[in-house]
Nanobody
């Protein structure tokens, strides 16, 4: 059974940084692309960033490009999201997810391509 556990969220001020972590188990982690999504109150879950199996290819939402960095450590079955220059509009619950396509050669922005999700970690950015 696949399990994803996120951590690293919290309450910060605008301009601060946070690093989220997501530890995966139950699937050969290095065979799959991974993604981060977020959901603010009253809004749909939206794509934030994704990374291919080896970490050499990444994709970002325009709203976070240049501020957020996704990375992974396959030896630790962990994917990270480094978030810098945080803004109040980044406030949301952040979820990591596993791309269901074996091979993981290309990261995808499409939520329907992800089949396992973590429980989420809250990020709150005050102005």
């Amino acid at each position: 059974q696949v399990q994803l556990v996120e951590s690293g969220g919290g309450l910060v001020q605008a301009g601060d940084s946070l690093r989220l972590s997501c530890v995966a188990s139950g699937r050969t982690f290095s065979n799959y692309a991974m993604g981060w999504f977020r959901q603010a109150p009253g809004k749909e879950r939206e794509f934030v960033a994704a990374i291919n199996w080896g970490g050499g290819t990444t994709s970002y939402a325009n709203s976070v490009k240049g501020r957020f960095t996704i990375s992974r450590d396959n030896a630790k079955n962990t994917v990270y999201l480094q978030m810098n220059s945080l803004k109040p509009e980044d406030t949301a619950v952040y979820y990591c997810a596993v791309d269901k396509r074996w091979g993981g050669s290309s990261p995808t922005v499409h939520i329907y391509e992800y089949d396992y999700w973590g429980q989420g970690t809250q990020v709150t950015v005050s102005s």
